[in-house]
């Protein structure tokens, strides 16, 4: 990349700290669930598929999710593990690889929780892991955790941090996003309990605070620990986990003492406001409600929200080339730190040079077939 260091874009080109590593600019690969990872273990494939996105010139990637070591984290065949030998063999040379082209990497550390059905792999007798149990058809599918089995899990998060970081992974980031385990605390619609770990917003947000201080003792004060949140879920796009800014604050101000370095906010438009009377986005109050560094992500470089309807190929992702300006204006207002991509980067994996030598018609397009089968 060596030309137009005065475009318009330049704000995306600004290198940036992150921990005692430096991003050599503020573009992320979002994590995108791959399924291509047969007995959890990432192989050439998922090496060559993370090389080409650094070689492409993005700062820092966040991987797919990746299994903490716990019986029912998975709830999707070929998801990749982030523990035993083979699975953190094949992460050590994904590491290598995007750290030889010149970007940084960070594991996203993930548990389904209640989305897991009994008979998923790897384990087909181990039901789902919820805050409350959920019953279909008679049966159990979903496990109300116990105290014992929540600090289990904890445990699993710290032990995948300490294996992320001796792999090389540049910091971690915990999944607490999208309905899985650790939102479904969160969340009033799915946590129905009422201990420490259910009833106010303090209460649910209690497993994710628990599990972010354990991974900052598994790991080191300055490993960098990302945090990713919605208000959409899986079942809900119009869902919310906080319905005011004060609430946001009560939550925030939990995680970041905690130890949170980023905020991953996950929305699926970065522009939308999140809340009535201001036009400000999710990650633009989360920036200024909580003092730290904030990764906006949602249709960068697209016109068509994500859905997951996409992912089951029923609906068409067929989307243009929307208007870089707002992307940049808000790094350049200072509102966000970091701008995540991730449909974009299946399509093209060269985006972000393309965008620093201003080639901007040399994009590709992102259609159904991207999806598909990305370059
Ligand atoms: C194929 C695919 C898989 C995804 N898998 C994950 C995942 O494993 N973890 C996660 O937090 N988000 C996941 N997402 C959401 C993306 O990280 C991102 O937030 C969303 O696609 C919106 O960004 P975009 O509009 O730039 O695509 C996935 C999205 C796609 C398209």
Redesign the pocket.
Known sequence: MSQARESQHQALFKPIAFGPHTLRNRIVM?????QRSPGGVPGEQSVAYYQRRAEGGVGLIVT??TCIGHPAASGYNNVPDLFGPQALEGWKRVVEAVHQAGARIVP?L?HVGPIRRLGQAPDPLVPGYGPSEISEGGEVQVKAMSLDDIEQVIEAYAQAARDARAIGFDGVEI?G??EYLIDSFIWSQTNQRDDDYGGSLANRTRLAARIVQAVREATSPDYPIMF?FSQWKISDYGARIVDNAAELKVFLDILVEAGVDVFDV?T?RFWEPAFEGSSDSLAAWTRRLSGKPVMM??????DK??SIA??RGNENPDAGQADLAPVVGQLQSGAVDLV?????L?ADPQWPTKVFENRLAEINRFDREA?QTEI
């Open positions: 979002s994590p995108m669930t791959r797919e999710g996203q993930w999944h996003a999208h990713r996950s699926r992500v949602g249709s960068v470089g697209l929200a994500y996409q992912l995540a991509l991730g449909r974009m299946l999806m």
